[in-house]
């Protein structure tokens, strides 16, 4: 484990909208937010936030949430449950690596992130065209 802490950052802040076509009118077009990637299997659309590299990613299917980004979500949930927390679900495969809900020992949730198989590649209006290697 990293000695400044096992929850690296904010990876994303999940909003949940009734579609995405309605959430991306507010955010898009009405607060000015980019569209960085669009993922309509799984429901999801991840927005630029201007001041740093976490995003503001639209969902139909999540609750209100934020995603915390670690360096390996099997390691962290090794760590987490070793000092009292649960697993809630997971880990899964992601396109871009894999994730996990566990609960702290207090019964916060806390979404896990790993992006161990790299970031969306997109075209310039968000589609997805691939995954690049690296983070």
């Avoid at 076509?21 to 937010?33: M, N, S, T």
């Avoid at 976490?54 to 070793?82: C, F, G, Q």
Wanted: aromatic share 6%.
């Amino acid at each position: 484990m990293p000695d400044d802490g096992l929850l690296r950052r904010v990876d994303a802040v999940q909003v949940p909208v009734p579609s995405l076509d309605e959430g991306l009118a507010f955010y898009v077009e009405a607060l000015g937010h980019r569209l960085l990637w669009r993922n309509d299997d799984l429901g999801q659309a991840g927005l630029k936030l201007p001041d740093g590299d976490s995003e503001l990613v639209l969902t139909t299917t999540s609750p209100y949430e934020p995603n915390w980004l670690v360096d390996d979500v099997p390691t962290a949930i090794t760590t987490i449950t070793k000092h009292g927390g649960t697993v809630v679900t997971g880990p899964l495969d992601i396109p871009v690596g894999r994730v996990a809900v566990v609960q702290d020992p207090f019964g916060n949730p806390l979404v896990l992130v790993d992006l161990s198989k790299g970031l969306y590649a997109t075209t310039p209006d968000g589609t997805i065209t691939g995954v690049s290697p690296g983070t």
